[in-house]
Every structure is written in C-alpha cells, then in structure tokens.
C-alpha cells in the first residue's frame, strides 16, 4: 500500500450516533459459507473494507456470481449465487487474499476439502505471517498443502484439495480462532469428528455461524480442562440469509475516543455483542468507562447486538490477564490509548500474538504512543503504560497497520496540536469510511 499521510486536529467535542462497517469476521465467514451452501444467500450490511473485498474476490474466483449493492452506512449488500460446495471452479489464476489473514487461513482450511489446486497469496505483510500455524493441522488431517519461504511455512500456500480428509482431535498450540476455524471448515470434509481444543477460548462465529446453516456442532469440555468444538464430517453447510451486526473492533475506537475525550458523548448503533467479543467492553467498564449497552433484538441467526452508548470517564489502570487480552486481541492497540489517559500503572499480559499481526503491533503502538508523549513500554510479551499522560500531536507511522492507523488518528483528538499519521490509507482495510465519520462526530 502507498504510504498516505493524514493529519487530525485536536476536538472540541465529540457528540453524535454512527453506523459502523459490518463485522468483519463475520463478514468473511458470512461469504464462504454462501460458497460452500450453493444456491443463493444474501448477505446485508457487510464490512466494505479491502479485507472482506478480498474474500468476495476469491468466492468469485471459485465460481460464484457475487453482485455487490450498496448497504447501510457505507457497508455493502451482497447477492450470492453459489454452484456449491462439490462442484466449486477450479479457479484460473492465483487467489489474492490481500493483506487478510482472516482470508487466507480460513480458506486454506475450506480448499483443502475441496477437489482443486489453488494458490493462495498476498501482500508484503502476510507473506511474511507464520502460516504454519494452519499448514501443520491441515497436513495431520491429510491435506496436501506446501507453503513458501526459508521455513516453508509462509504465503503463497498451494493447496491441491482432497475430497475426504482424516478427522482428528486437535489442541491449538496458541490462541487463535482463525487456526480453529480452518481446522473445523476442514473438518467438514472430513469422515467422522473433527474436534479443536483451546485452552483459551477465541471468537466462535465459526462455531454460530456452521450451527445456523444445519451443521452439527457441539460444545464439550476436554479431560484437560480446554474448550473443544466439535464437528461432525462429511457435512453439508446450508444457505442461510444474515444481516451483519457493527463491528465491536471498530467500535472500541469510538468507545475509547467517549472515554478519554472530556467532552464526549456518542451512540454506536447495531454493534455485535457476542460474548467473545466483549472484553473490550468489560475492561473498559473495569477502567471506569461509562459505557452504556442498550439492548436490541437478536440478528435472527445467532449473533446478538446492541447500540452503545459512552461518555466522557475518568479512568484507572487495570492489569489484563492473557486470557482477557486474547478475548480483545485486536483491541489492546486502543486499549493501550486509553491506558495513557488513566491513573496508575496498566498492565497488559499475554500480548505475544500482537507480534504476528498485520504489523508487529506491540513494537509499533510502544513507538507511536512514545512519540505522542505516553509513557509506554515493552517487557517480553507485555506491555506496560503509566498514566495519565498528556499527549502531543507529532507525526507517527502506522506502519501500514489499519489498527494502528485507527489508534492514532484517535489520539490526535485529546493531543494537543496537530497529529500526523503516516500509511493513513490503511484504514481502508476495516474502516473505510473513519476519517468521513471522524468528521461528523467532531466539532
Ligand atoms: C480473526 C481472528 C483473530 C483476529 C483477526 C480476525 C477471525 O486472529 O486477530 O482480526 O476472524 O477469526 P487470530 O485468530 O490469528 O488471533
């Protein structure tokens, strides 16, 4: 991505209600489960982020007509015609996942199932992430899968499908939910159960979304203590419509923004409340936010929503546990924000995966809070933040990185001067309408 730069000035005020992008895990998941059903799906109020684009461009690619209408603020509608799962295209060129992870990983498992040869690759950024981590369970469920590089565990990954895998039992050696989903869109093609063991529970859209479209899904605990999923293989994934709540990763933002700007008052309307995405919430609450959650019927197929709404808060510092920073993985960049504007010392553990990110977010949030001021520091895997700090605007690399872009567009708003963002553009990943809803939120 070319490196854009944009400058946010400090805020008088922030007051107002906003839609946010449709969820982007579910979002992707929504898109390649209406691949696999075949027949038609609607998809209303999808992230229109270059992430979920890149989803839909390889659902294409396999052999789905895809048409795109706009959706509610910004997000996109989508029509999905599928062929269906076992008769998918073998697809004419490389597959182009972007810079989403998310993309590649899930579709690694689903294309390992499925009778065609396929590459999947990426940009700078994902060809350098560990895709080991979805190569080796692959391969122990007999998928013929090779990936690149020195330790040939990196994008391009190719793929030649099987039509039968081997189930297993399989226990996710980090906390990951792209690694469990692969294993268990891998089992659907698999003969007999699939199961995926954490010992730290990761977001379950995969799990929600499966159980809605008539696949079998059971909840179990594991001898060892561990969540475990289970499926049940072959399946048949059926097509089901599904409205896209807000995205609470997008949300935080703004509930950081309420939090720590001192004249603050916004409404998130229609934001994604399932229980694994809500630690962002209850460790901000246990800071001391005034975060409202105002309740609103369920979407219909599982996924429950609200409408927040926060204000201006007078924070502390809390120490976050591994298992709550991987609850709010792609959070803790904000929460790290909010942690600066807090009294006493914050102490983020467990951040370890932060490092395998789009970017490595522990070194590129400890390097930009730093040169706004905030006094922030790395210790092996985790971080910690005195507060409160005043922060002053400068200019600050987002290394390319959406979330971190987004971190620091945020805290230009309580800095004093002008803030620079280099590799701005990439909010566009998640976000692409921030710097527009940044204008109508502010005065
Ligand atoms: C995601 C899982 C998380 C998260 C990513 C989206 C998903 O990644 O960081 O933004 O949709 O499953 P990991 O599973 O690699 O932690």
């Given at each position: 991505?070319?490196?854009?730069?944009?400058?946010?000035?400090?805020?008088?005020?922030?007051?107002?209600?906003?839609?946010?992008p449709?969820?982007?895990s579910?979002?992707?998941?929504?898109?390649?489960?209406?691949?696999?059903?075949?027949?038609?799906?609607?998809?209303?109020?999808?992230?229109?982020?270059?992430?979920?684009?890149?989803?839909?461009?390889?659902?294409?690619?396999?052999?789905?007509?895809?048409?795109?209408?706009?959706?509610?603020?910004?997000?996109?509608?989508?029509?999905?015609?599928?062929?269906?799962?076992?008769?998918?295209?073998?697809p004419?060129?490389?597959?182009?996942?972007?810079?989403?992870?998310?993309?590649?990983?899930?579709f690694?498992?689903?294309?390992?199932?499925?009778?065609?040869?396929?590459?999947?690759?990426?940009?700078?950024?994902?060809r350098?992430?560990?895709?080991?981590?979805?190569?080796?369970?692959?391969?122990?469920?007999?998928?013929?899968?090779?990936?690149?590089?020195?330790?040939?565990?990196?994008?391009?990954?190719?793929?030649?499908?099987?039509?039968?895998?081997?189930?297993?039992?399989?226990?996710?050696?980090?906390?990951?939910?792209?690694?469990?989903?692969?294993?268990?869109?891998?089992?659907?093609?698999?003969?007999?159960?699939?199961?995926?063991?954490?010992?730290?529970?990761?977001?379950?859209?995969?799990?929600?979304?499966?159980?809605?479209?008539?696949v079998?899904?059971?909840?179990?605990?594991?001898?060892?203590?561990?969540?475990?999923?289970?499926?049940?293989?072959?399946?048949?994934?059926?097509?089901?419509?599904?409205?896209?709540?807000?995205?609470?990763?997008?949300?935080?933002?703004?509930?950081?923004?309420?939090?720590?700007?001192?004249?603050?008052e916004?409404?998130?309307?229609?934001?994604?409340?399932?229980?694994?995405?809500?630690?962002?919430?209850d460790?901000?609450?246990?800071?001391?936010?005034?975060?409202?959650?105002?309740?609103?019927?369920?979407?219909?197929?599982?996924?429950?929503?609200?409408?927040?709404?926060?204000?201006?808060?007078?924070?502390?510092?809390?120490e976050?546990q591994?298992?709550?920073?991987?609850?709010?993985?792609?959070?803790?960049?904000?929460?790290?924000?909010?942690?600066?504007?807090?009294?006493?010392?914050?102490?983020?553990r467990?951040?370890?995966?932060l490092?395998?990110?789009?970017?490595?977010?522990?070194?590129?949030?400890?390097?930009?809070?730093?040169?706004?001021?905030?006094?922030?520091?790395?210790?092996?895997?985790?971080?910690?933040?005195?507060?409160?700090?005043a922060?002053?605007?400068t200019?600050?690399?987002?290394?390319?990185?959406?979330?971190?872009?987004?971190?620091?567009?945020?805290?230009?708003?309580?800095?004093?001067?002008?803030?620079?963002?280099?590799?701005?553009?990439s909010?566009?990943?998640?976000?692409?309408t921030?710097?527009?809803?940044?204008?109508?939120?502010?005065?």
């Amino acid at each position: 991505m070319a490196s854009s730069e944009a400058g946010v000035e400090p805020a008088a005020r922030l007051r107002g209600d906003l839609v946010l992008p449709g969820d982007k895990s579910i979002s992707h998941r929504a898109l390649m489960l209406a691949l696999l059903a075949g027949g038609e799906t609607r998809i209303a109020g999808a992230g229109d982020g270059a992430d979920v684009r890149s989803t839909a461009g390889i659902v294409r690619a396999l052999g789905a007509a895809v048409t795109r209408s706009p959706g509610r603020a910004g997000n996109v509608d989508y029509v999905v015609n599928s062929p269906g799962a076992t008769a998918i295209h073998q697809p004419a060129t490389g597959l182009d996942c972007g810079n989403s992870g998310t993309t590649m990983r899930l579709f690694a498992g689903i294309l390992a199932g499925l009778p065609v040869e396929a590459t999947l690759d990426g940009d700078a950024s994902l060809r350098g992430r560990p895709m080991g981590r979805v190569i080796d369970p692959l391969r122990a469920m007999g998928a013929d899968v090779d990936g690149s590089g020195s330790d040939g565990a990196r994008a391009p990954l190719r793929i030649a499908g099987r039509s039968r895998l081997s189930a297993m039992v399989y226990a996710t050696p980090m906390p990951s939910a792209q690694v469990k989903s692969a294993v268990l869109l891998a089992g659907l093609a698999a003969e007999g159960t699939t199961q995926v063991r954490e010992s730290i529970r990761t977001r379950d859209h995969t799990e929600r979304m499966l159980r809605a479209r008539a696949v079998t899904v059971r909840s179990a605990r594991s001898e060892a203590g561990a969540n475990a999923v289970e499926i049940d293989g072959p399946a048949t994934v059926g097509a089901v419509d599904q409205d896209v709540p807000g995205d609470p990763s997008a949300a935080a933002f703004w509930l950081v923004a309420g939090a720590i700007h001192a004249q603050a008052e916004l409404r998130l309307r229609g934001v994604g409340v399932n229980p694994t995405r809500h630690a962002i919430i209850d460790l901000l609450r246990q800071m001391g936010a005034s975060i409202d959650e105002e309740g609103a019927p369920d979407d219909g197929v599982g996924e429950p929503i609200a409408d927040l709404v926060v204000r201006s808060s007078s924070l502390r510092s809390i120490e976050v546990q591994p298992a709550e920073t991987a609850a709010a993985i792609d959070e803790i960049p904000a929460l790290c924000l909010a942690a600066t504007q807090a009294q006493g010392r914050t102490l983020i553990r467990g951040a370890g995966e932060l490092r395998h990110k789009e970017s490595d977010r522990i070194a590129g949030i400890v390097e930009g809070l730093s040169r706004l001021g905030a006094r922030i520091a790395a210790d092996g895997d985790d971080i910690v933040i005195d507060g409160p700090t005043a922060l002053r605007g400068t200019s600050v690399d987002s290394f390319d990185d959406h979330r971190l872009a987004l971190t620091f567009a945020i805290a230009g708003l309580i800095a004093t001067g002008s803030t620079t963002i280099r590799g701005a553009d990439s909010v566009a990943i998640s976000y692409p309408t921030f710097f527009a809803d940044l204008e109508r939120i502010r005065s």
